[in-house]
């Protein structure tokens, strides 16, 4: 088989969409929402460059490479290496982990704790118990579009909606004045809150992600599979923005 079907493609979408959304598209859109005031709408358009279209450029970039080393080795060797280490050190063990574990943490389970109960005891169980699943659900990828794209993304998009819909049950305050640099350079605060989200550099390792799982079945055209991940990616894109 040299293409996908319709719902393998969705799936494919999907799946990259929910490697995009993470902690970070959690806390800045809002943030940036509220500090941005009436300059809302330059703001987040700045926002989505970094946030938005660069990550899907990413993705296509490093896919047509068939990686990020394969990618970065243009300009040569060492570069490459070094650059390729900082960015799964970055998207890993830096950053990307603590923030995906803690966010939900704050979010989810310490607001509801009881007050004589430990945060740092809570802290490290669900740790272990969240990185656990992390991990199991990582051991088979070639399970991972299926229970991403069947299970985990319709669930999230679910969970965005509700989210989104409750919001106007609540009283919504006016737009208000630009705090701070959202009122001297709304355009630059935007484009590094979008850089912020690190979907511009989870991409650089997103795109060889997808490469492997278009392979994945049965495609063996390099120019098929790019084209695939193009459309895979503006989709998902377009359901990040």
Do not use: C, Q
């Not at 229970?147 to 998009?157: D, F, N, S, V, Y």
């Not at 049950?169 to 850089?195: C, H, Q, R, W």
């Not at 392979?215 to 599979?225: E, L, Q, T, V, Y």
């Amino acid at each position: 088989m040299e293409k996908l079907s319709k719902k393998e493609f969705i799936m494919v979408s999907l799946m990259l969409f929910s490697l995009f959304f993470g902690a970070g598209n959690l806390i800045f859109p809002p943030m940036a929402g509220k500090m941005s005031g009436t300059n809302m709408l330059l703001v987040m358009m700045f926002f989505s460059i970094t946030a938005v279209v660069l990550p899907v450029l990413g993705v296509i970039a490093v896919a047509k490479s068939k990686g990020l080393e394969n990618l970065a080795s243009r300009v040569n060797k060492v570069f490459a290496t070094v650059f390729t280490v900082l960015i799964y050190l970055s998207i890993g063990p830096l950053l990307g982990i603590p923030r995906a574990g803690s966010v939900p943490f704050e979010m989810a389970v310490a607001p509801y704790l009881p007050e004589t109960f430990s945060n740092k005891i809570a802290l490290l169980i669900y740790t272990l118990v969240f990185f656990g699943i992390a991990y199991w659900l990582s051991l088979n990828p070639n399970k991972l579009v299926e229970r991403m794209g069947k299970i985990l993304t319709p669930a999230l998009l679910v969970l965005i909606v509700f989210l989104f819909g409750a919001s106007f049950f609540k009283e919504m305050p006016s737009f208000t004045a630009p705090i701070g640099e959202y009122s001297k350079n709304p355009a630059v605060s935007g484009f590094l809150d979008g850089y912020n989200t690190m979907d511009a550099v989870a991409a650089l390792n997103f795109g060889f992600v997808i490469y492997l799982t278009i392979s994945k079945f049965n495609i063996s055209d390099d120019r098929k599979i790019l084209s695939i991940a193009t459309k895979s990616g503006i989709l998902a894109g377009s359901i990040l923005m």
